[in-house]
């Protein structure tokens, strides 16, 4: 499983705090996409839930908790869970791969408006998420490397990974400006660009 830098959390819990719990995350969400984590306020989601600012942060901690969570646990589980099972494959396909990725996050354009937003503020070394895109990249670069992905002969395939993630975060933002478009068509024409015909023939 990758490890995207890993924070402690608090526990979910069960019945009806569970339920306010992930009321609050998803107005989080929303709030971090549109405002970004300086724009956000405990007390604006609290009013978007109906619950005092007391009791967020009962779930939450603070509002550093509050972002630690949404990234950790809210974000990362989908891009984990397809890593996990690539690792498990015989023949891993990395065109597989990244099809995957792009049709989770085209069932999730808050989550990928989120993490869009926040990952431009946190290039700012002050910002609290700063650590974790860094170490995002990095981490994510080295476990992708581990896996024996199935590719031509003479292919670079750190290379080939950078100028895809790199290509996938253009195309999400492109998309987020105009969401009547579909993310999946989107990746497919920069699919034939990444990885061409006929030297791909049989990989992808």
Not at 5 to 21: E, I, L, N, Q, Y
Not at 34 to 58: D, E, P
Not at 146 to 164: C, D, F, S, Y
Not at 171 to 198: S, V, Y
Request: aromatic share 8%; hydrophobic share 40%; net charge negative.
């Amino acid at each position: 499983m990758l490890h995207l830098h890993r924070r402690t959390s608090t526990p979910t819990g069960t019945g009806k705090g569970a339920d306010s719990r992930a009321a609050i995350l998803e107005a989080a969400v929303i709030s971090f996409g549109q405002r970004g984590y300086y724009g956000t306020s405990l007390q604006k989601i609290a009013n978007t839930v109906g619950m005092t600012k007391a009791g967020v942060l009962h779930h939450v901690g603070n509002k550093e908790g509050l972002l630690n969570i949404v990234l950790d646990e809210v974000y990362d589980p989908g891009t984990e869970k397809i890593m996990e099972h690539f690792r498990m494959t015989d023949r891993p396909n990395v065109a597989r791969m990244w099809r995957e990725v792009v049709a989770i996050n085209a069932e999730r354009p808050e989550q990928v408006h989120m993490f869009s937003t926040l990952d431009a503020e946190a290039i700012d070394p002050r910002h609290p998420a700063h650590e974790y895109f860094t170490n995002r990249d990095k981490n994510l670069l080295e476990e992708m490397m581990e896996i024996p992905w199935v590719v031509p002969e003479g292919t670079n395939i750190e290379h080939l990974l950078q100028a895809g993630f790199s290509m996938m975060d253009g195309i999400q933002l492109r998309w987020l400006r105009a969401p009547q478009r579909d993310l999946n068509e989107m990746w497919a024409e920069c699919e034939g660009e990444l990885m061409p015909m006929p030297m791909w023939k049989g990989y992808r």
